[in-house]
């Protein structure tokens, strides 16, 4: 591997060793990798940074030539417990073809798009009371008060936790969320891994004889050709799910927030029903990217753009930078323009690791902004924003806002 000789981009740092992105100069930096290295290769670190649009597509569609399976969180994470939660079985998301496959259909079985629809009214309650609990006309926390408790509840009772449990599941699973997004182990984190894997297995052991109409029985039944999944990996897999589908949609719906906010004749257009919320959540997904990078191994040498990447290097796929590819949405890719027409973004990921709640994430945002737009339309920034310290997750921690009726 040849150090690449063009000079790293300021905004794209090195932060005591780990890869950091400067969200003010973010957007130049971006250009330069797609314009000027677009297979780019991040000397301190030792991997490789691809962030055009087309190219992290088609490397997401070829899992032979990268895999999952070496990992996909940065290298210098290694032995970070994100990557492999504390047990034997690998997660979905750190496997290739053919277990890959194999574990996709069996896990389908259980998490069908008619579990995810089931959900809706549900979702619309759940919305709506923590919309209403919320204070009016004074700062609160809009990522505590609205964002949190959405995808924390709906995984919840997807799992079948009763409500006597709830707060206790909130605790862990916010612990949970922490260590996955953090670039070190944390005692805590770990912690909270061994409860919920503690609990998780109890659940398990308890649908085993009384079974439940939750996604827990139907991923104990499931079976593909007589093979069903052992306990392990449906306890990795709650995990996953824990960890993918909480932060994530979090994050969509406070950064998504955070820049209508930004953009009051954005926000105007969706509030008068003038742009359709559902191709909005599409242009916030691409410019939120809730998950900034996804990681791949190279399984053979590969020639790309003039560069040799080697069997078994490790490479980033920046979807924050393929998102405002401004070969695909133009000189104005930077900008939020909720009535643009949909092109397809890579915030979800693509091929066989397609984000596997996509449905239901995007759902949720949408029933999210529905009630808010309708129960409290008016809102206004209140106070600077805390974001969290993840290079992986775009997260926000704090957000103080004020809703009106
Ligand atoms: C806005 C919210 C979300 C974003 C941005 C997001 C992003 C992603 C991305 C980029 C991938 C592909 C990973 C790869 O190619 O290596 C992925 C996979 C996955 N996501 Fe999501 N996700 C979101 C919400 C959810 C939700 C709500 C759930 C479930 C409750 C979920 C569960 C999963 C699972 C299980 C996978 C692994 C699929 C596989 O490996 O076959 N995600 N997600």
Known sequence: MVADPLPQPDSIALDEGRFYIDEAGANAAFRWLRQESPVWWFAPRGFWVVSRRDDVQAMSKQPELWSSAGGITM????????????????????????????HRTLVSRAFTPRRVLDLEGRMREIAAESIESTPIGEPVDFVEHVAVPLPMRVIAEMLGVPDSDLDAFRRWSDAVVVQAGADANRDEGMEAIAQVFGYFAQMLAERRTDPGDDLITALLQAEVEGRALDEGEILIFCMTLLVAGNETTRTLVSQATRMLLERPDQ??????????????????LRLTHPIRYFFRRATRDIEKHGKTIR???????????????????????????????????????????FCLGASLARLEARI???????????????????????SFVNGIERMPVILRP
């Open 311 to 353: 069997a078994g290097d490790a490479v980033m796929m920046l979807y924050a930078a393929a998102n405002r590819d401004e070969t695909v949405w133009g000189d104005d890719a930077d900008v939020l323009n909720v009535t643009r027409p949909v092109e397809p973004h890579v915030s979800l990921g693509f091929g066989q690791h």
């Open 75 to 102: 290298p210098s994470y290694e032995g970070h417990e994100g990557d492999r939660i504390g047990t034997q079985a690998p997660s979905i998301i750190m496997m290739d073809p053919p277990d890959h496959s194999r």
């Open 368 to 390: 999210l902004f529905e009630e808010l737009l309708a129960r409290r339309p008016s809102w206004e920034a209140a106070g600077p924003i805390e974001y969290n310290e993840s």
């Open 267 to 284: 926000l105007a257009l969706l509030r008068t029903g003038t742009a359709s919320l559902p191709d909005a959540i599409e242009e916030l």
